[in-house]
C-alpha cells in the first residue's frame, strides 16, 4: 500500500534528500516556492486543502538565514511561524497528519547537559524565536502533529557546516574552527530516511498516540565543530593547517548558543533502537557521495 506524502519544501537538503530516497512504498509530491508562497497563508492553506490524495503533510521548507533573520525579522516569522501554522490549520480541518521541522536553536545554550523535549525554550535571536513561535502553533492547532527538532544538518547540498569547511580547506591557508560549539550533527539523509520508513505509521497514528509531540531527531552521538571539520579532513583525504578558536572569534549578528546538543532518548523510546547513525558514520557516507560526484578534491 502506497503512503502519499505532501512535502512543503523542494530545494532544501532536508528536502532533497527526502525526494532522493523517496519511491516503492513511499510518493512524495513535493512544492517548492514557485509553487506555493510561504508568506501566503491563504495560499499556503489551499495547497493542503485541495490537494488530490494524501496521507501525511511534511514540512520541509523554512527561512534559515539565522544572522539575516535579525535585518527581516517579518519575512522569518511568515515562513517559520504564520505558514506552518496555516499548514496545521489546514491539516487538522482535513483530518491530515502533519510532520514539522523545526531546530535546537529554539533553546539559549545555558543548560549544563542535552536538552530534552521537556525543557523550557529560550531563543537568542530571531530565527529561534520564530521557529519556536512555528512549533507551539502547529501543537496548538493540529493533534496529530510531529514537531521534529533536527541540529547541525549535513549533506552533500547546500551550503551546510560539511560544504564551508571544504571550501575553506580550498581557500585559507589556515582553517580556523570553533572548538566551544556542542551538538550532535545529524545528517540530512538520515532525517529523510526516519520520515520515509515511519510514514505509514505516521499515517495511521490516531490523536493522543506517542508518535505526536516534540520529538529530538538527531544523531546519537555529541561532536564539536572543530571535531566534525577534523573527521571531515580525514575522511576527504585533506590535511590542511587548523586552529580551534572560540565562538567569539567569529561575531555575528545573531547570538549562537555553545551548547546546542539534544537528547534523543525519546526517539529511541517511541519508535525504536538506533533510528539515526551517529554523526561520523554518516558523514562518511556523504563524502563518499560527494567523492562519487567529484565535489570533494583529490
Not at 536538552?115 to 512555528?134: M, N, Q, R, W
Request: proline fraction near 7%; charge should be negative; hydrophobic fraction near 45%.
Amino acid at each position: 500500500m502506497t503512503t502519499r506524502i505532501l512535502q512543503f519544501g523542494a530545494t532544501g537538503q532536508l528536502a532533497r534528500e527526502v525526494l532522493d530516497r523517496a519511491g516503492g512504498p513511499v510518493e512524495v509530491t513535493a512544492l517548492s516556492r514557485a509553487d506555493v508562497d510561504l508568506t501566503d497563508a491563504d495560499a499556503v492553506r489551499r495547497a493542503i486543502l485541495e490537494a488530490g490524495d494524501i496521507d501525511l503533510v511534511v514540512n520541509a521548507a523554512g527561512y534559515t538565514v539565522v544572522d539575516k533573520a535579525e535585518s527581516e525579522p517579518d519575512l522569518a516569522y511568515a515562513v517559520n511561524a504564520w505558514a506552518p501554522e496555516a499548514m496545521a490549520k489546514a491539516c487538522q480541518e482535513r483530518g491530515a497528519p502533519f510532520v514539522h521541522i523545526s531546530t535546537d536553536m529554539v533553546f539559549s545554550g545555558a543548560k549544563d547537559g542535552p536538552y530534552l523535549e521537556t525543557d523550557l525554550p529560550a531563543p537568542l535571536h530571531v530565527y529561534g524565536a520564530s521557529k519556536l513561535l512555528g512549533e507551539q502553533a502547529v501543537l496548538a492547532h493540529c493533534e496529530r502533529a510531529l514537531v521534529g527538532r533536527v541540529t547541525w544538518l549535513f549533506s552533500p547540498y547546500g551550503q551546510n557546516f560539511v560544504q564551508i569547511m571544504l571550501r575553506l580547506a580550498k581557500t585559507q591557508p589556515v582553517v580556523k574552527v570553533v572548538d566551544d560549539q556542542r551538538a550532535r550533527p545529524t545528517a540530512s539523509g538520515d532525517v529523510a530516511t526516519f520520515l520515509l520508513a515511519n510514514a505509514a505509521r505516521l499515517a495511521a497514528a490516531p490523536a493522543g498516540a506517542p508518535e505526536w509531540g516534540l520529538l529530538h531527531l538527531v544523531s546519537p552521538e555529541p561532536a564539536t565543530r572543530f571535531e566534525m571539520a577534523q573527521r571531515l579532513f580525514e575522511l576527504a583525504g585533506l590535511a590542511p593547517p587548523m586552529e580551534p578558536v572560540p565562538t567569539s572569534a567569529f561575531p555575528t549578528p545573531a547570538r549562537r548558543a555553545l551548547n546546542a546538543e539534544l537528547d534523543s532518548t525519546r526517539l529511541q523510546t517511541v519508535f525504536g533502537g538506533e533510528q539515526l547513525r551517529p554523526w561520523h558514520v554518516a558523514l562518511a557516507d556523504v563524502v563518499q557521495r560527494m567523492r562519487a560526484a567529484e565535489g570533494v578534491p583529490a
